[in-house]
């Protein structure tokens, strides 16, 4: 993605948020006025809409969301492939790492849980900490 390009993108990106989360315009202005491309897991791992969006883009296959989403994810993606290639040389270890995040659920979703017990479940987004 070319300059102006990835900034036509985070324009449909912006637009997006303010059509969806209009109650969080304070949030979004700080976002569009100091957000840089190594802020994407920071800005994922805050309690706000870029969380709120990326995920339920992602647990409901939102294919226009996800096209939308196309500027953050990117650099979401690089951020985190960074890290982990830090992280690696840093320890100079291949290890598994297990890392944690809660979420909240619904309780209809808790019940489904409930009642999968024992069989294989799968999740439709970024697994985070």
Known sequence: MNESTSEQAKCEFLTLCR????????AIDEFEQTYTVND??????????????VNR???????ECLF??????RNLTHCLKNEWNEWRN?????SIVTLYRGQVVNKEFRLDLLKRQGMLVSANGYLST
Not at 68 to 73: C, G, K, M, P
């Open 90 to 94: 840093a320890t100079n270890s291949g």
């Open 40 to 53: 994407a897991i920071k800005w994922y791992t805050k309690d706000t809409f870029v969380y709120k969006l």
């Open 57 to 63: 883009a992602l647990r409901t296959q939102d294919l």
């Open 68 to 73: 939308v989403l196309r500027f953050y994810l």
């Open 19 to 26: 059509n969806r989360y209009p109650e969080l315009s304070n």
